[in-house]
């Protein structure tokens, strides 16, 4: 059987931008990387994902069992750690201040990888005992976009068919709770001297409760200066490189657009369920609090014409709130020098 150095549980398509950074600089460090990939979460599209990027790789969770490796990483819960052979690692998914169960990943993991001061910080103060697993080491994700050279920027822009002489705003909402279902039929129109980039959540394209949020999707679609890309577009990174604002509500992908001190405007109107209105403590309960402090990072919109007005301020003046973009991402990106990768593969030797 082959023995490999590292291998990466893909749960998700969206934990690939991730992971691939990191196997790209054990892969310069002429170590064996294998990847194991889950079959219940749209397999065709993980084997396509795999392929392209000539991984080495097999499906099925029983692989974690078996495979002979020193170290496997995951990017969510995994509660068999102790039934597993090699090291494991925990790297969260997401970034900033979004709620994860640290205490949990701090038994079932041999190390658990942090971004920046807030994580790294809170998890000290409030579990000593375990705190000489955790590791800060930046944000892998963004390693793939600091080191693109100019020309690899200019293919983008190619390969997503942008008119270079505008401007570009991405629209990158979460699933729930989100802003789209209020946002405007003719949200493209408002901005037609632009570039519109609409990248949804993997989980809002692939889930039938979400349905009303498809059908806002395809009204965006019919504005030609407008594109919404589907769930094949698994991964935010090029959008991030090539856009010029972003708008989001609450997804985590603010912290990563102004790591790269470009403007974000955060929807504070979001559509919720019924249950959520009949019992609020249930909305604070899956709101993340820990991101309230943070929320100045960008403008923070009430309702959609408030947020067209910061848009175009933002685009105008594209400096606006710079000083504190650069404050708060050491807090929750970390260094953001491109070395993430490296730093992760440090630790594990």
Known sequence: MKSYFATFYVQYPYYFPHFLPIY??????????????????????????????ELDFSFGEKKLFDIET?????????ELTNKLKAKTIFLDHGVGTKHCD???????????????????????NDYPSKF????????????SIINLTTSQLNTLYETYNLD??????????????SSIEKMSDEFPNDFKDYNIIIKPHYLSLSRNKYKGQIIKFDKWKCYKNCQVFGVD???????LAI???MISDESSAIFEFTALNKPVILNRFLKLRWSYYLNPRKFLKRMDSGIDSYRQIGDNAKDYKEMVTFVHQNLDNMNKLEKIRKKFTQDLCGIVDGNSSKRIIDELY
């Open 24 to 53: 790209e600089e054990l892969k310069k460090r002429g170590e064996h990387v294998h990847f194991i990939l889950a079959t219940n979460q749209n397999s065709a599209l993980m084997e396509k994902i795999a392929k392209e990027n």
């Open 70 to 78: 020193k170290f496997i990483f995951f990017a969510n819960m995994y």
């Open 102 to 124: 640290y205490e949990t990943a701090l038994e079932l993991f041999d190390i658990v990888l942090v971004e920046g001061n807030y994580r790294y910080k809170k998890l000290q």
């Open 132 to 143: 000489h697993k955790v590791k800060k080491v930046g944000f892998s994700k963004l390693d």
């Open 164 to 177: 270079t002489s505008k401007k570009t705003i991405l629209y990158a909402p979460t699933f729930f709770p």
């Open 233 to 239: 577009e698994y991964n935010l990174v090029p959008f």
């Open 243 to 245: 856009s010029d604002v």
